[in-house]
């Protein structure tokens, strides 16, 4: 639980304002026999949550009279702050609103109902607590941040709106007690390390502070099938009756940084972290780690950097920004000196913990003053270029809840597994896994010939801007298919032996779903004329309609895209009319194409107009076919056969023997 020793970093000390009770109050509980205030408060103090509230809800059942309201109130807020702690926040919010109705003058009271009512989820009642607070405190930024993670729940359940983890209480690790902080052991991923107070660990004692038994530290491994074995106790020194857990290892698998919390009658409990060496299977005893001479400070949760030379913790030492504070030190024998605070971009007056290192620059972490959705929230932050500046951001849901969400460990890409209290009413943790499917961003289609044939052997390339470089041949019907990343610019390039290469430019979209996008490619034969789609001129004359730009722009990337080839830009007219005109007219037509071209920077000598009049009449291809069933391929619509035709087929004929065709003549052309 988030406030066993090992998880809450224990004796982190609320700060709870002295209240003048009524003398007579005090002296009805004084002569009381049973339960004493001054009990509860030590218990209070040394951070005995779980002892302490039962001290004081005796205590609070007892004061009946009018003239015991003030005390009533008081035990009210002490009882929510145990509550609180212990991460049972129905429980809290319950006795906070009866401080509250008790008067209890501490304004503060309504801060931590608004973060109870929070953490259960109950977003509108608690933006009234927060704002009940500001009413007293206007400019409390903690305050505000509350507001701001309730209204960011509120409009992601309205909108429905959550990442696309995918998030799976992991069953075979966890108890019917707490379960948390997971760890991998090394780099092979195929252990995990965690902390559990379950029914079988080691001290027998239950802990004053949460009621379970005390933290040991379990791990579980793989079988030869790859899956999961069930959890067993850590072998070696390292389990005792004090609470053990919260791991962490260096990059070889063969030390061990943990938080260990002691206590003994004479003294409050103390949070340190010890380490241990791994031989074999089991672990040696564990030593002190030292930080800091600082022996009133707490500090635990270590985290070792992916190089091994760095220890993050989180640690209320002085120097700190407020509540617990993510902290650093070298490790190895130059550590003197080294120790520094991760700065206000990471660390809030709230408290920041459980931190996890996954690069130099790319820190996870759980924080509840961090704008959130309730409890502890787990939170990205990453190293801008220069190195002095985080930017930090919030999981989101489904990885974040109304509870506490903390303690990350990543295996396989967006893998891992992290700790939660969710929807657990008695504030148990538990481990969760979490995954982050690839999108599913595709790019297919097909490369055909200009009768709409797949071209064999056609080979594509895509090369993207993040230096992405992929290549597939196309299957024999001429389909192809790429896999793709989102944001992405990409150029495209179809070719194949016998035909021009073609060219195409797009930019994937960057929304965060699965996207597939079509692009087909026609390629141009080297060996046969080819059409040019689109052609228009004005009625008997050689001048280019604007509608004929389209296609005329596409000819100039082809050029472009081949700038090899040579080629014959030709002109075909109709059957009517005299020879003599129509090649005329051809050569114009064919002349007026080339100057556009040459307009648009392709050169000179790589183009030779020529009009062909009537004299070409065209042959019938598959494509032409299947747009006019009615000429079967291979005929040729030669001025006899169009005589035989209706007059409405006689049209379609001439139609396509009114056509614009390029040849190539050579590839071999230097520029």
Request: charged share 25%; proline share 4%; net charge negative.
């Amino acid at each position: 639980m988030k406030n066993a020793n090992t998880r809450r970093l224990t004796k982190w000390r609320d700060i709870i304002k002295p209240i003048l009770l009524a003398a007579t109050a005090v002296i009805i509980l004084g002569a009381c026999k049973g339960p004493k205030l001054s009990v509860a408060n030590e218990q209070l103090a040394r951070g005995e949550f779980f002892e302490a509230s039962k001290t004081y809800r005796k205590l609070y059942s007892k004061l009946t009279k009018k003239e015991e309201r003030p005390l009533r109130g008081e035990i009210a807020y002490k009882m929510a702050t145990c509550y609180r702690r212990m991460n049972q926040a129905a429980r809290a919010s319950a006795a906070y609103q009866n401080a509250i109705r008790y008067n209890y003058p501490d304004s503060t009271a309504f801060f931590w109902l608004g973060r109870s009512l929070q953490a259960e989820g109950k977003y509108g009642p608690a933006i009234q607590a927060y704002n009940q607070y500001l009413d007293w405190k206007p400019g409390n930024v903690q305050a505000r941040k509350g507001i701001l993670g309730c209204q960011m729940a509120l409009e992601a359940r309205r909108s429905k709106k959550r990442t696309r983890y995918v998030v799976k209480e992991a069953k075979l690790f966890n108890s019917r007690r707490a379960d948390y902080a997971p760890m991998y052991l090394d780099k092979s991923l195929d252990q995990i390390y965690f902390t559990t107070s379950n029914e079988k660990v080691t001290g027998e004692n239950h802990s004053e502070i949460t009621g379970m038994k005390k933290g040991d530290i379990w791990y579980t491994k793989k079988n030869e099938r790859g899956e999961w074995e069930r959890p067993e106790p850590a072998g070696g020194d390292l389990n005792t009756a004090d609470d053990e857990g919260i791991m962490s290892f260096t990059p070889d698998g063969q030390t061990m940084y943990f938080t260990k919390a002691r206590r003994s009658p004479t003294s409050d409990t103390s949070v340190e972290i010890y380490t241990s060496r791994r031989s074999d299977a089991t672990w040696s005893t564990p030593q002190k780690f030292e930080i800091t001479p600082d022996t009133l400070s707490a500090v635990g949760h270590p985290a070792v950097s992916p190089d091994g030379k760095w220890l993050y913790f989180a640690s209320d030492m002085p120097g700190g920004y407020g509540g617990k504070d993510i902290w650093r030190i070298r490790l190895g024998d130059d550590r003197l000196g080294t120790l520094e605070n991760l700065g206000n971009d990471i660390n809030t007056a709230g408290d920041e913990m459980f931190p996890y290192v996954r690069t130099d620059s790319l820190l996870y972490f759980a924080s509840d003053g961090h704008q959130g959705f309730g409890g502890l929230d787990l939170h990205r932050a990453w190293l801008n270029s220069t190195g002095d500046r985080w930017s930090v951001e919030n999981m989101g849901q489904p990885m974040n809840s109304p509870g506490d969400d903390f303690g990350i460990t990543f295996g396989q890409g967006e893998s891992g597994f992290f700790s939660s209290n969710r929807g657990d009413g008695r504030g148990y943790d538990h481990i969760y896994s979490f995954e982050l499917p690839e999108l599913k961003v595709t790019i297919s289609g097909w490369v055909l010939d200009k009768d709409d044939e797949p071209v064999p052997n056609a080979i594509i390339r895509i090369v993207g801007n993040d230096g992405s470089n992929q290549k597939e041949v196309a299957r024999d019907d001429g389909t192809f298919s790429f896999n793709l990343q989102r944001g992405v610019h990409y150029v495209m390039l179809a070719g194949a032996p016998g035909y021009l290469n073609q060219k195409q430019e797009f930019v994937s979209d960057s929304a965060e779903e699965d996207a597939e996008y079509g692009v087909d490619f026609i390629l141009a034969s080297i060996n046969k004329p080819q059409v040019v789609e689109n052609i228009f001129y004005d009625f008997d004359k050689a001048t280019l309609r604007p509608e004929s730009k389209e296609a005329l722009d596409e000819m100039v990337q082809l050029l472009n895209d081949n700038p090899h080839v040579t080629i014959e830009m030709s002109s075909h007219t109709d059957r009517k009319g005299s020879e003599e005109y129509n090649m005329g007219l051809s050569d114009r037509r064919a002349q007026s194409v080339v100057d556009y071209l040459i307009a648009a920077g392709i050169a000179k000598d790589r183009m030779k107009p020529q009009g062909y009049g009537k004299t070409r009449p065209k042959v019938v291809t598959k494509r032409i076919n299947s747009q006019y069933p009615q000429f079967p391929e291979g005929t040729v619509l030669t001025e006899d056969f169009i005589a035989t035709l209706s007059e409405e087929d006689q049209e379609a004929a001439d139609q396509i023997n009114r056509r614009t065709e390029f040849q190539v003549v050579s590839t071999n052309y230097e520029f």
